[in-house]
């Protein structure tokens, strides 16, 4: 305001060193004065509203012996000031004068007060010779430190240089100049052209904000994947590094034949009833499994087979027909072996040992039959999954299983325990434990526990198992074809405590983009 105020008045400002800044008494010629100065220049240029030059200048300032004499004066002069005047007391001997002005000063200051002749010796001790003196070099570092020069020009000043009182420093001062938007008022630039500014037509006068071209700008926050799909990817390449493929899991929808029944679950299970799951209504019923496996999996139900007694229980085609949304990718794992087992079954394949069709069966080989048209398979899924659950802190109506199997001849459970410590130890849970457990459809089974070091506790992480061969033989294996398989939870590992940090409405944005790529918190 100082500088637009002076501009007004002046037209231009030769020299910024004659302002007087608000709340100093001397003109504005110090080193700080002009870099304030230079700041509030730099602001109003930017707004067109001045325009300036800059003059270099060779400057001055007190060094710290210099700073002491501008503040008690010079060694002489406080020499001086500690003596009686001569025939008015008693004459200081030199060592009471030390112990007043310490030894330095004593020293220095009584050399240039004799030669000043303001002091003398008086018997064995010291006295003023003079009532008044001019401390001109107190005089001089005072000048120098206010304007950053001397009066008495260049001579003098190089002598104080060389007693190391002063310093040079470079500085600079500005010659001012009106702008092509001058005004003694400093108006907010506009950063918009609104429709207002537009309708009222005070865009005409309004003054505008440059364009910086040189800011980073703001974050135009681009998408960013979910931490479940980067845990996802992660686990996968995990499975992808060990040789297993990946299951086509895209159909939620499956029918209660294979999510449950393919897998030996009765057909009145309690996992089976609504409250478990949801089931569709329209359509409500899917189309026929392909017929002879059906009739291979009801009878081994009611009737048994392969060494197995059954369920006793009447089946029924109408619970098996029921459209649901799976309630686990084992639905996945079940047709996929199913079709790895048709060529056991003598039917065509394709280039990836699947069927073609498996609507048809041709030839069924009987129980304990070798057929050397098996081969091994290892194959995993990552996906949805649903549950009619009543939903809280850990569980929601639909999550994310990790499933693995493994086919191959001669399996033990000592495989599949020793294939999910390599596992797990690959997605970081070294300490796990497993605990006999029941599943429909394995036997014997498993459940996984995994210790977490910040609960200080075992926690259970997944289920695993034998597949019975009331599941698979109907299928079609020869009987020495086993088959291990286990699921986990996606977010149960990747969630702190609570899952609503995960997912629905409360997730935070930011965490999303930021977390890493995996952090598994079992
Ligand atoms: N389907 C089981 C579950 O939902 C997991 C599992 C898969 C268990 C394969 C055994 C074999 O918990």
């Given at each position: 305001q100082l500088i637009l105020d002076t501009l007004d008045k002046q037209?231009?400002?030769?020299?910024?060193?004659t302002l007087v800044l608000p709340?100093?008494?001397?003109?504005?010629?110090t080193h700080d004065a002009q870099i304030i100065i230079l700041g509030a220049l730099n602001s109003l240029s930017s707004r067109e509203m001045i325009t300036y030059t800059t003059q270099e200048t060779l400057s001055h300032v007190l060094t710290q012996e210099g700073a002491s004499i501008a503040l008690n004066g010079s060694h002489e002069a406080r020499v001086w000031a500690v003596l009686p005047l001569k025939g008015e007391g008693e004459p200081v001997p030199p060592k009471e004068l030390e112990k007043r002005v310490g030894a330095e000063t004593a020293k220095l200051g009584q050399a240039n007060a004799f030669k000043k002749k303001w002091i003398a010796k008086d018997g064995p001790g010291l006295v003023k010779l003079v009532s008044e003196i001019v401390d001109q070099t107190q005089l001089d570092m005072r000048e120098v430190d206010s304007t950053?020069?001397?009066?008495?020009?260049e001579k003098a000043l190089a002598e104080l240089r060389r007693r190391k009182l002063i310093t040079q420093r470079k500085g600079q001062w500005f010659t001012v100049h009106k702008g092509?938007?001058?005004?003694?008022s400093i108006a907010k630039p506009e950063t918009d052209l609104t429709v207002d500014m537009l309708t009222s037509g005070s865009w005409k006068t309004s003054t505008y904000k440059r364009y910086n071209f040189d800011a980073e700008g703001v974050p135009t926050g681009g998408g960013s994947l979910h931490p479940l799909m980067k845990v996802r990817d992660e686990i996968r390449s995990i499975f992808l590094e060990m040789g297993f493929a990946e299951m086509?899991?895209?159909?939620?929808v499956e029918s209660g034949f294979w999510c449950f029944d393919s897998l030996y679950v009765?057909?009145?299970?309690?996992?089976?009833e609504v409250q478990d799951t949801f089931y569709l209504s329209d359509p409500s019923t899917s189309l026929p499994p392909p017929e002879a496996y059906y009739k291979r999996v009801a009878k081994v139900h009611e009737h048994g087979g392969y060494g197995s007694t059954g369920y006793r229980a009447p089946w029924s085609d109408t619970e098996s027909s029921k459209l649901l949304l799976?309630?686990?990718?084992t639905a996945t794992s079940a047709s996929m072996l199913y079709k790895l087992a048709a060529k056991c079954r003598g039917e065509e394949v394709d280039d990836d040992g699947l069927?073609?069709?498996?609507?048809?069966?041709q030839t069924h080989k009987e129980d304990g039959e070798e057929s050397d048209a098996f081969r091994p398979a290892k194959l995993f899924s990552i996906d949805r999954v649903f549950r009619n659950e009543t939903m809280d802190a850990t569980h929601l109506a639909e999550f994310h299983q990790v499933e693995g199997v493994v086919a191959d001849r001669g399996l033990t459970l000592a495989d599949l325990i020793g294939f999910m410590r390599v596992f797990f130890k690959k997605m970081g849970l070294e300490n796990i434990r497993f605990k006999p457990a029941y599943n429909?459809?394995?036997?014997p089974s498993l459940e996984i526990f995994a210790f977490h070091p910040q609960l200080g506790k075992w926690v259970e992480v997944g289920n695993s198992g034998m597949f019975r061969p009331e599941m698979l033989e109907p299928m079609?294996?020869?009987?020495?074809v086993h088959v291990h398989g286990w699921g986990i939870g996606l977010e149960r590992p990747t969630m702190?405590?609570?899952?609503r940090t995960l997912v629905g409405?409360?997730?935070?944005i930011e965490n999303v983009e930021s977390s890493p790529a995996v952090a598994f918190h079992m």
């Amino acid at each position: 305001q100082l500088i637009l105020d002076t501009l007004d008045k002046q037209g231009t400002i030769k020299d910024t060193r004659t302002l007087v800044l608000p709340g100093q008494i001397d003109p504005a010629a110090t080193h700080d004065a002009q870099i304030i100065i230079l700041g509030a220049l730099n602001s109003l240029s930017s707004r067109e509203m001045i325009t300036y030059t800059t003059q270099e200048t060779l400057s001055h300032v007190l060094t710290q012996e210099g700073a002491s004499i501008a503040l008690n004066g010079s060694h002489e002069a406080r020499v001086w000031a500690v003596l009686p005047l001569k025939g008015e007391g008693e004459p200081v001997p030199p060592k009471e004068l030390e112990k007043r002005v310490g030894a330095e000063t004593a020293k220095l200051g009584q050399a240039n007060a004799f030669k000043k002749k303001w002091i003398a010796k008086d018997g064995p001790g010291l006295v003023k010779l003079v009532s008044e003196i001019v401390d001109q070099t107190q005089l001089d570092m005072r000048e120098v430190d206010s304007t950053g020069t001397l009066k008495a020009g260049e001579k003098a000043l190089a002598e104080l240089r060389r007693r190391k009182l002063i310093t040079q420093r470079k500085g600079q001062w500005f010659t001012v100049h009106k702008g092509p938007l001058f005004s003694t008022s400093i108006a907010k630039p506009e950063t918009d052209l609104t429709v207002d500014m537009l309708t009222s037509g005070s865009w005409k006068t309004s003054t505008y904000k440059r364009y910086n071209f040189d800011a980073e700008g703001v974050p135009t926050g681009g998408g960013s994947l979910h931490p479940l799909m980067k845990v996802r990817d992660e686990i996968r390449s995990i499975f992808l590094e060990m040789g297993f493929a990946e299951m086509p899991t895209s159909s939620f929808v499956e029918s209660g034949f294979w999510c449950f029944d393919s897998l030996y679950v009765p057909q009145q299970h309690p996992a089976r009833e609504v409250q478990d799951t949801f089931y569709l209504s329209d359509p409500s019923t899917s189309l026929p499994p392909p017929e002879a496996y059906y009739k291979r999996v009801a009878k081994v139900h009611e009737h048994g087979g392969y060494g197995s007694t059954g369920y006793r229980a009447p089946w029924s085609d109408t619970e098996s027909s029921k459209l649901l949304l799976r309630t686990h990718t084992t639905a996945t794992s079940a047709s996929m072996l199913y079709k790895l087992a048709a060529k056991c079954r003598g039917e065509e394949v394709d280039d990836d040992g699947l069927a073609t069709h498996s609507g048809t069966t041709q030839t069924h080989k009987e129980d304990g039959e070798e057929s050397d048209a098996f081969r091994p398979a290892k194959l995993f899924s990552i996906d949805r999954v649903f549950r009619n659950e009543t939903m809280d802190a850990t569980h929601l109506a639909e999550f994310h299983q990790v499933e693995g199997v493994v086919a191959d001849r001669g399996l033990t459970l000592a495989d599949l325990i020793g294939f999910m410590r390599v596992f797990f130890k690959k997605m970081g849970l070294e300490n796990i434990r497993f605990k006999p457990a029941y599943n429909p459809y394995t036997e014997p089974s498993l459940e996984i526990f995994a210790f977490h070091p910040q609960l200080g506790k075992w926690v259970e992480v997944g289920n695993s198992g034998m597949f019975r061969p009331e599941m698979l033989e109907p299928m079609g294996f020869p009987k020495d074809v086993h088959v291990h398989g286990w699921g986990i939870g996606l977010e149960r590992p990747t969630m702190i405590n609570n899952i609503r940090t995960l997912v629905g409405h409360k997730v935070s944005i930011e965490n999303v983009e930021s977390s890493p790529a995996v952090a598994f918190h079992m």
